[in-house]
Nanobody, 118 residues
Framework: QVQLVESGGGLVEPGGSLTLSCVVSGSIASIHAMGWYRRAPGKQRELVAAITTSSTALYSPSVKGRFTISRDSAKNTVYLQMNALKPEDTDVYYC????????????WGQGAQVTVSS
């Protein structure tokens, strides 16, 4: 069973930076684009950044210019470098596959809590 394990969250002041990591374990029959999602309490998950199989990065307008997604295929790890963090970025961040056909089919991990507060 594929597992997605996020880490690297924490508390940071506005304007600060954090780097999230997502380790993908288990066999994966099909490789897809990967992305980072966030969901405030009571809200739907929002895709904030994605990286394609050709390593093209895509971003939500709310984070473009501040966040950078990357992938280390040898380590089966996806990263999210978060700079110039704002209080509204506070959320639990999840990694998962990004599909053109619909929501991810892989199970969600526990996520990484990011709190931006002074």
């Amino acid at each position: 069973q594929v597992q997605l394990v996020e880490s690297g969250g924490g508390l940071v002041e506005p304007g600060g930076s954090l780097t999230l990591s997502c380790v993908v374990s288990g066999s994966i029959a099909s490789i897809h684009a990967m992305g980072w999602y966030r969901r405030a309490p009571g809200k739907q998950r929002e895709l904030v950044a994605a990286i394609t199989t050709s390593s093209t990065a895509l971003y939500s307008p709310s984070v473009k210019g501040r966040f950078t997604i990357s992938r280390d295929s040898a380590k089966n790890t996806v990263y999210l470098q978060m700079n110039a963090l704002k209080p509204e970025d506070t959320d639990v961040y999840y990694c998962n596959e990004v599909l053109n056909s619909g929501p991810p089919s892989l199970p969600w991990g526990q996520g990484a809590q990011v709190t931006v507060s002074s």
